[in-house]
């Protein structure tokens, strides 16, 4: 693993780099294997990093889109991370509806959605069942709970490793998530945190020892490099 931690002057500045980054990383992934592939997060933090993606000429042709998690609501709710991204980015340019990989959240039981999305992603990669495929990027907040993607405090999600999609839950409220060791292949994984509410977390995040159950962004120790965005807010401190 290959970490770096970066503190930036404004929310502003540090949007501004994670699109420098994935801009960099969407390169040269078309330019060595013809297509670039992304998980996306929810929150607020990373609303206008898409924004300023839709913004950009890209090849959407040779851009595919996943999302590490998902509420478990249909995609026109408001809490819907697909209808974020879609406002923000993805309905304003012309990426094609088959390269627009949402997480099924309609069967009314969520291990069968996490199921599905689980075999779509095998499809996709051609991995089989055990195997880790590694998207190029993988986008994560952190909750000041320590949480990311849906991998909350003390959940059952958090012991899952022979899938790459599970069940979370954020208190009774069920959602999809990605498991930490799917995260973990990812050629590049990328942290935006932003707030002064995120510091008591990141000190246990960062420190050499804490419990991995209790701060969960502790298990995201990916094989390629690891990248934490941080505002002033956040990172001071560190
Ligand atoms: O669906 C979600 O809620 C997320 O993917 C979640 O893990 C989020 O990234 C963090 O809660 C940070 O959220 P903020 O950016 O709003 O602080």
Do not use: C
């Not at 408001?78 to 094609?96: I, K, T």
């Not at 419990?211 to 941080?230: T, V």
């Amino acid at each position: 693993m290959n970490k770096t931690v970066e503190v930036h002057s404004s929310v502003s500045a540090l949007v501004q780099r994670a699109l420098e980054l994935i801009l960099s990383k969407a390169e040269t992934a078309i330019g060595e294997r013809g297509q670039f592939t992304i998980a996306l997060s929810g929150g607020s933090t990373p609303k206008p990093l898409y924004e300023a993606i839709a913004n950009q000429k890209l090849p959407w042709d040779k851009i595919h889109v996943f999302w590490g998690d998902e509420r478990y609501v249909p995609a026109d709710h408001p809490d819907s991370n697909e209808l974020m991204a879609r406002r923000a980015w993805l309905d304003q340019v012309a990426l094609p509806k088959a390269n627009i990989h949402a997480i099924p959240t309609l069967s009314a039981n969520p291990e069968v959605d996490a199921a599905k999305y689980n075999q779509h992603l095998q499809t996709f990669f051609n991995s089989a069942s055990g195997e880790f495929p590694a998207l190029d990027v993988v986008l994560l907040g952190m909750g000041d709970d320590a949480h990311t993607a849906s991998l909350f405090p003390y959940t059952e999600a958090l012991k899952v490793s022979d899938r790459l999609v599970t069940v979370g839950n954020k208190d009774d409220n069920l959602r999809i998530t990605f498991t930490y060791p799917f995260i973990n292949a990812a050629r590049s994984v990328i942290f935006m945190a932003a707030g002064a509410n995120k510091r008591p977390a990141l000190a246990q995040v960062f420190a050499p020892v804490a419990d991995d159950f209790a701060y969960p962004s502790r298990l995201i120790r990916p094989q390629g490099e690891l990248y934490w965005l941080l505002d002033a807010a956040a990172g001071l401190e560190l």
